[in-house]
């Protein structure tokens, strides 16, 4: 049986008498698209921050291919294989796509005073990138800036791919764009999970999370209310969920226990 390459037990994050996350257990599969639904205020970023190293748990265990981790930082997270590609996306509008894709880890060619930026390589490399997400720049040096808000997200998730994530977590990547680019990103998201990377889809809208979600996770006020396989849960009951409208206990049938 398939090992989670992510599992996440029971974890608690206090700030100082605000408790932020309360006992929430969540694990992630190779190929899969976990979506974690809650709507504002539930511990969604919370929880990315947590399981990305930005926040170290109060209480509880966060494995990493069956080996507890304990990350110091989101760089200890990223050299493990958690990234994660965040709302603001972080990128230069002015600066080419090349540019923001190798950002920090620049290839290089040459020796001593004569290293310098391997543009060819880089080119090349963002070029077929792009490609391999359905996106045809139209040349490397294209600025970021004229890209469309679902193509720099595009941009973000082949990068993170590119430089060997084993778990990418997208925070609401579908939540500002309009319908054709959503649809872009969620064939992205698709593409990335048939690559046989974990793939943590963080959203408060249910039908996106249903369009391309394996597994679905409600969170509401810090806690799990229980994880439904496709097919066994409606988007009415999901919906309910998040709102706080339905008691666990009456959709347990449909969940088969909670997380």
């Known amino acids: 049986m398939t090992q989670p390459i992510v ?27 976990h979506c974690l639904l809650g709507d504002n205020g539930a511990g969604k970023s919370t929880f990315i921050k947590t399981m990305s190293g930005v926040h170290k748990p109060t209480k509880g265990t966060i494995n990493f291919e069956q080996k507890q981790m304990n990350f110091n930082s989101p760089r200890d997270a990223m050299e493990a294989g958690i990234a994660t590609v965040f709302q603001d996306l972080a990128m230069i509008p002015l600066m080419s796509v090349t540019r923001n894709f190798f950002m ?12 310098r930026f391997d543009v060819e390589m880089a080119n090349e490399a963002t070029m077929e990138s792009m490609r391999e997400m359905g996106i045809n720049l139209r040349g490397p040096d294209q600025a970021v800036g004229t890209l469309s808000g679902g193509e720099r997200q595009t941009v973000a998730i082949a990068r993170a791919v590119y430089f060997g994530a084993k778990v990418l977590i997208l925070d609401e990547p579908t939540s500002a764009l309009g319908v054709r680019q959503t649809s872009n990103v ?16 963080i959203t408060h809208n249910v039908r996106h999370a249903m369009a391309v979600g394996d597994r679905f996770t409600v969170l509401n006020r810090g806690r799990t209310l229980g994880t439904a396989a496709r097919g066994d849960i409606t988007p009415e009951e999901l919906q309910d969920m998040m709102a706080g409208g339905q008691e666990m206990a009456s959709l347990e049938g449909s969940l088969g226990g909670t997380v």
Not at 7 to 33: Q, R, T
Not at 104 to 115: A, D, M, N, S, Y
């Open 7 to 33: 599992h996440m037990e029971n974890i608690e994050k206090h700030f100082g008498n605000i408790i932020a996350l309360a006992g929430v257990s969540f694990d992630i599969f190779p190929g899969e698209c």
């Open 104 to 115: 920090g880890r620049e290839p290089t060619k040459g020796v001593g005073p004569f290293k």
């Open 186 to 201: 969620l064939a992205t998201i698709d593409r990335v999970r048939k690559q046989g990377v974990g793939v943590v889809f």
